[in-house]
């Protein structure tokens, strides 16, 4: 296939693209300080027209430099427009204007998504769809082919309820949220702004059992999930309802794809769980912590707020707040790259010894 | 959002709700002995309405306590009946009756069942659903909106199949079946009580192929997938049909979210298998079998009667009827835990001579 | 259930059966060599009607042997033929013929595909399927029940589109595709022969935020995703689409169930990523790279062709091509049992000091 060699960002058969902006009018979205180019050439009148990588951006594109390792791309870039620190503001190319700001990442998140503005609601129900008469959807939501909305379900204005996604009985969307196609809620509370990728799973029983004479026996999942506003879960994650008490995503929490979230967590605000981690039943997140792909954290313990957890870190007791973890079990992030370097000494000393 | 605030379990949106019970009822229910309270109250007439946990439960509701950790809830409950073992009878508080039982949280699933049923079968077939002429489903059985049935699939009593779920050419499906919705079926027969929850992927293709002159080439993957009685699979977990012989999943296992069997496993009776770990191709488990979580196990392997596998462990061997292994390569927990604090003290020496 | 029984491979009510075959066709499918039976027997005239494994195996089916632990199986098989090495022909049973081959297990793959050759696309569009008039997809394609395609989308020659499956917006799809059902794709463009298993997600944002001053800002992900000819995605898998540039996975490889693959993940020809492993954003593997199940691989490294990466491994830093790593941090294989004895030797006597 030739597709493979490289293309421009926002390929236009799949990203809408919006009129170009001038240097000023992207220093406004940005939060920047426009600074013209030091060769005194003014390309800027037709405007910027999109945004590209250093390596690859044009005389009408924007770019960004985050990260001091890119820096030689900088000197070499074609591009119209950085968005630089106050620090790299000296080499950027004489013939290209600066946008400068100490937080260029969020400066560019803000200009990608000026250009390719994320998609809105096309209000209406796709006429396959399966509609309980009890259900309230606001006329301004897009219920798209094939969706089931059950009973007594509340979907809030601008939300986008992608195709084949089922909404159980009772279910509340608030405003503005984007949910994927194949998404299945139920038993759930969704805040405004809530954004589930495809095939997520919402409010399942948890998996609670008793030992019975024959067997295992079903504990009723009586609980519920609640995803408060600004929540975003990914591709095929799965959060199941809590037992008793409520399973809570904290606001503007962000979840990645295939994570495993149990019955009766509690996570606080603004915290990231990256790939493949796994959360047990009723273990309790504070505000801002991090858990790394593949981590996996027991049931019944505290993360305290802007404690770190690794990658494919395990997890068996309370970490404190701020804490670095990693490995399994999980200890302090020093400690285990010294015990990694003592082993490797230590093995390469008995190997002396044995020939 | 205010939803984060504890609100009773059963929440009336999601859950139905039985009626009241009196108190012996619900100790033949749970095969419980029914205690009247000490200080001779006897709020029992009208009837206990349902559950809630010892912290927020009321005068008509009843609680369970089954851990000596929280016995010191049990002393302030509100509840009108608590389930015990009988260590604790004398702890319960005097006008508070009990329910005394050698099984508390088996006797609470059950009475938290008699109040909150599982949802039964509504007999039929959503119009929208497509299914083959020679499919034969049970009259009692409930086909959801858009779920596709293929050629000769077989249906039993007062089973559920949930939207837009997919039965394949040949399936089965025994009776009181629940399968939930966006489930894809195929080249498997199901036993009676077989719970899939959203997202399970059954019977697809192993991974399995040869290497060829132009690349890998498939090895055609002919078996299938017995799920046996009783089985329940978490959401988005995945069990591939067999490669020559089958994969089978003995009767009354249960298996969480996002696991993935591998062709020709063979599953015994009883076994656990908890979120995100995996089985790799033709091991095969004895009954009564712990998987924990994000374990992983290498294929060809035989894992004995009543092992326990800790949480992200790492299994390359077989492993012994009733032995208990951690770690990554798996080993007995003692030793695990020995290496581990002979590392952290080999590796605090070595910091005190290299300063 | 007594279906637990073994039934030999290729249950009529899940697979298409060919006619029979005699030994001269089958060689030659197999690109072997027919050596008829030493006591000069001659069943073949009839033909050979299917495959099974040695022990299961009759007088007219075909089994193979490809690894040297079962020899003993095939000293004692009841099949009509055997697939063998050269160093094998002498331990055949007397009455068996045999196809010889210097590749068994090749030659069992393209002799059981024969037998029982995957499905063809029925030419056509399911009814129910809601079709953007603006999308071109080719008349000896088949599109299931209840599939969505967006504007826009091209479907090649010979594709199947499982049922309920999401094309989106300009999505491109190849020749002789195989799309399971409840697959999404979006913001993709596939080559000819890819097949995606049931419940696999491509194409949704990648996992990119930056911190703006009220929570987590998204960054807008303007790449694709590619896959190139002849790629293979398990169930329930997730491949991102990249944020600037694309996500490419190469010719030929093979991903198995539960994969997570980050935005701008670039993967060379006939790589093999097994189920549950995860590489995250912006890693790059060259050719023929093993990543075995549960793996984890952290962002921006470079793994060389061949390098194989062991189970669980955690890779932190670049591979070099051709190593063989495992562990977490990742180090080679010797290096990692090494640890484990020596650290085993420690402990023990460790314990013989402190009673």
Redesign the interface.
Known sequence: ?S??T??P???S???RRAARASLAHLAEIAGATAVVPRDGSAALDSGYAG???LQ?AGPDQVSFLDNRRYAALLDATGAGAVIVAPAFVDRVPAGCAALVTS?P??A???I??YF?P?TQAVPGR?P?A?IDASADIDPSAEI???V?VGP?VRVGARSII???T?L???VTVGAECRI???V?V??A?L?DRVTL???V?IG??G?G????PN??????Q???V?L???V?V???S?I?R?????T?IG??S?L???V?I?HNVRMG??CIV???A?I?GSTELGDFVTIA??A?L?GHIKIGTKARVG??C?VMSDVEAGADVIG??A?PFR?FF???A??????KK??GKTP
């Open positions: 296939m597709d493979r490289a293309s960002p926002g390929d058969r799949f990203f945004v590209a990588p690859a937080a990442y969020l560019w998140a803000r990608a998504a390719h994320p796709h396959s399966v798209g082919p094939f089931c007594n992608g195709p084949q089922v159980g009985e009772g994927g196609a194949h299945t139920s038993h509370l805040g990728f495809p095939g799973r399942q029983e998996f059992f008793a030992v019975g067997g295992f026996e079903t504990v009723p009586l609980g519920r609640i408060e506003d600004g975003e990914g591709a095929n799965a199941d809590g037992s008793a008490q409520d809570v606001a503007g962000r990645d794809n295939l495993m149990g605000r603004c990256v790939s493949q796994g047990s792909a593949q996996g027991i990658a494919q395990g399994s079990p200890m400690e010294r015990n990694v003592v082993l490797r000494k230590l093995a008995d190997a």
